[in-house]
């Protein structure tokens, strides 16, 4: 498909474009589950201590999804930046096969990978029981969880990150008025405590498969009619899964992480501490969740500009992504700290649940600038097909603590400040260690293209509607 080649927009610019209708997307994807912590309280603090378990459990399935999705954004922008039609449509296809295999089998496995790691994280029986509610019932849509970050990856991969914003903004409100419809019962429908939040969270999925499939299949790079002339190849789906695979397991070593802290947290400090971190993790997160939309629009420009051989474009769009992640998260530190207290109580106002949480939020304030640094990163070798590293960083950030925790909590005798200072200390000796390897990355890139503009054309860097 030929293409005329256009003018490159400055990178603020197309950051700018990508990035803020993410980053709404993202607060409202956000919101979604503060407004699901809001209902599990209204419940009682053994939901909110179940959601909190079921939480890793769920982002390590959901990782398999969020992983596919990084890796067709990152293959088809580069397809995109080769201007090559066919291997965009190649690479589309091959991911639908893939998740829909994956989004029917795994379901059949998880309830019983969930139970054992709640038996194993020594969870009390309420708890637990709430948990499993949760995680068995959301696992029936599972599928459109896969579908939903396919179809979003081909999109973001084209610029445009605004029907997934549309679809969060709209799933966010639907979500407010399910969620209770479903928790405590209305006429014929039963109350189904934590089961009804996922019940409202299947429902929501749904109906932004269609949605997004719509917005799919009418944007510039898809042509259904010409799916049939690309066949699903081995070579395809290997490509897909070694993009895919590593961000789908550092989502995973998050979620391992998330189950040590837990293991760690119940150990010094209970259930209503484990509760008060569910939260609070939550409101972290509305801070985090803006720097998220840099990220797909970091992946999404270096690998536009990885595909057309552009090694300045690349280190600008590093640059420039990370200047304002570090004003989004300095900001919202402002909001924060003063008012951790506020923000906590809102969900549970149980006193020993405010006072941990509040010190979980004012000792992690220290940790938020690195995660710009160590997202910004990862985004962007992943978009220069260097996904490797965020699995293996993931390794490190989550295993680490097994023995730090340990080490502050009981032989230094800090209890539960030792997971909390434990968190700090392993982030920003994770950033050390990504900007070192990005750095070196980035100069075997510079060495590379510099062969490559002597050899090869300079492919179209082929700018597509906003």
Known sequence: MKRTEKKKKPIVSELRIIAVPAMIGFLFSTLFNVVDSFYAGRIGTDAIAGMTLAFPVFMILLSLAAGMGNGINALAAIAIGENDQRKFLSLFKNALVLVIVLGIAVPLIAPFLADFIFTLQGAEADAHNYAMRYIVTVMVGFLFFMLNFIFNGVLYAQGNSKPFRNFLIVASIVNIVLNPLFIFGFWMIPALDTAGIAVATVIVQMGGSVYLFHKARTSPWVRLSRLSKVSCSKQTLRELLRQGVPSALNNATV????????????????????????????????????????NVAVITLAGRSFGARDIARIYAVWKKATIAGLFIMASGLLVIVPLAPFFIAVFDDTSRVVEAGTRYLRIEALAFLSYVFLNVGVSLLQGVKKPGFAFWIGCFRQLLPFGLFYLLGTILAMGIDGVWWGIVIINWSAVAITLVYAKKVMRTLEQRFHVDQKTLPQAAYTQLPD
């Open 255 to 294: 979620a391992l992480g998330i189950f040590v802290i837990n293991f760690y947290v119940q150990l010094y400090g209970g259930t209503h501490t484990l509760a008060a971190y569910g939260i609070a993790i939550r409101i972290e997160q509305l801070v985090l969740v803006p720097t998220l939309g840099l």
